[in-house]
């Protein structure tokens, strides 16, 4: 490991002892040319997800590699048919998730999520509240997105919101793959702003899909 390495290893393990969601003696962190790999247990999905989210915050990281193990304590496990009703019963009340649009199918504590919807924030709005259930080890999210009809250049409503995000200083590139996706090319300086021109793609009406094919540093 080289001495770059070692201090970003350090400002991680340190940024983990800092979060208070995230039992960090349960964590083992190693940094290889500034890729992250988590290691270890925590005993929730959405301790998992506040790990990589605290590891991703951390200047100079490149990627995470996420394998964190979900370990119940005491070995207590809720029942597969429980974990879907719950989930059900959240998205029958939640304001940001359309009524009847998602279909729940729990195997061995692990969601996943079908169905169709208008918009990104839909899908991720439904992934977020499943990670935060108990008993829960993990989502699986292939919730798809509907294409509108007579929707706009989509490119150019990226583009335009990109050069509104003063926080955005990154050379971004969007190439459109034709059926509503699209591909960021380009360099931003941290996760942060990789994820504020994400946000920017998923925003444009008519988007399906973004892939995204950036580098941070």
Do not use: Y
């Not at 009524?99 to 977020?128: Q, S």
């Not at 007579?150 to 459109?176: F, M, Q, S, W």
Request: with cysteine.
């Amino acid at each position: 490991m080289s001495n770059g390495d070692k201090t970003l290893r350090q400002l991680i393990v340190d940024e983990l002892d800092f979060d208070p969601s995230v039992s960090s003696n349960m964590i083992g962190v190693s940094v290889e040319d500034g890729v992250v790999t988590l290691t270890g247990h925590v005993a929730s999905c959405a301790e998992k997800a506040a790990a990589e989210t605290a590891a991703r915050r951390v200047k100079g990281v490149r990627a995470v590699a996420q394998e964190i193990e979900v370990r119940f304590p005491g070995g207590r496990k809720t029942a597969d048919d429980q974990i879907a009703l719950r989930i059900l019963d959240i998205f029958r009340w939640s304001a940001l998730i359309p009524h009847g649009a998602i279909d729940v199918t729990v195997n061995d504590g692990w969601v996943r999520l079908t169905g169709e919807v208008n918009w990104h924030f839909e899908r991720m709005a439904a992934e977020d509240e499943v990670r935060r259930l108990n008993g829960v080890v993990g989502v699986i999210n292939d919730i798809a997105i509907r294409q509108p009809h007579g929707h706009g250049d989509v490119v150019k409503a990226i583009e335009k919101a990109l050069k509104r995000n003063a926080a955005v200083a990154g050379d971004v590139t969007v190439r459109p793959l034709g059926s509503g996706k699209v591909r960021i090319e380009g360099h931003v300086h941290n996760w942060h702003e990789r994820q504020l021109v994400e946000n920017a793609a998923w925003s444009a009406p008519g988007v399906t899909a973004v892939e995204d094919a950036l580098t941070v540093g």
